[in-house]
């Protein structure tokens, strides 16, 4: 069975600082990996996802992330942090079967 | 335009009483799924469906039903409420057509249940 690992359970950044969320998985196959964020109060939204080719992929907001087969990550980015990007950030590991499996999540803090 | 709606949003309910947590997708997405969301667990499967009349349990299908009698709706049912089912539930679909497709979520809004 698929897993996510997300190793860092709250970051606080400053506004216009760059922001780097850690993801690591476990699963067998070539994996299929999304980032989702949840503003408060709010469902999921799709940011970014992987499934082959190009390993940097560009998502909403400005985010990327990278898929490193050899680290089994994929890590979250952006250079540089607005205020409306304090949310949490689940990164989650999909599979031929549709199922979803999803990370803890990280909080991220925007202090100006 | 097309959404995933839940409901209520909020629900406060006694210990042993059955509740039903409502979604309705108007995507026309052939998977349905129900997520709960906990402090430190992040999102866990409590069942999903492929299609009408499919259902399937997940990692913590305890204590939950579900049933698919038509393609928008997938109704969440707790037979008897515990304490331990106090959450933030969330309901998704995907679309069935292809693996990039069908592994593409869209969530509702959530609904909270507080259980006492």
């Known amino acids: 069975a698929q897993s996510v690992t997300q190793p860092d359970i709250h970051i606080t950044v400053s506004e216009g600082a760059s922001l780097e969320l850690r993801c690591n998985y476990s699963y067998g196959a070539t994996p299929y990996l999304f980032w989702y964020v949840q503003s408060p109060g709010q469902g999921l939204q799709l940011l970014l996802k992987y499934f082959s080719g190009d390993t940097l992929v560009q998502g909403i907001k400005g985010f990327e992330a990278e898929f490193k087969r050899s680290q089994s990550s994929f890590n979250l980015r952006k250079p540089s942090v607005h205020w409306s990007d304090a949310a949490e950030y689940f990164c989650a590991v999909g599979s031929n079967d549709y199922k979803l499996s999803f990370g803890a999540g990280t909080t991220v803090t925007v202090r100006a | ?116």
């Open chain 2, 1 to 116: 335009d097309a959404e995933i709606t839940q409901s209520p949003r909020h629900k406060i309910t006694e210990t042993g009483r059955q509740v039903t947590l409502a979604c309705h997708q108007t995507w026309n997405h052939n998977n349905m799924f129900w997520y709960r969301q906990d402090l430190g667990h992040g999102l866990r499967l409590i069942h999903y469906s492929y299609g009408v009349q499919d259902t399937n349990k997940g990692e913590v299908s305890d204590g939950y039903s579900v049933s698919r009698s038509n393609t928008e709706d997938l109704p969440l049912t707790l037979e008897s409420a515990a304490s331990s089912q106090t959450s933030v539930y969330f309901c998704a679909s995907s679309d069935g057509a292809g693996v990039s497709g069908a592994n593409v979520l869209t969530f509702g809004a959530g609904s909270r249940l507080t259980v006492l």
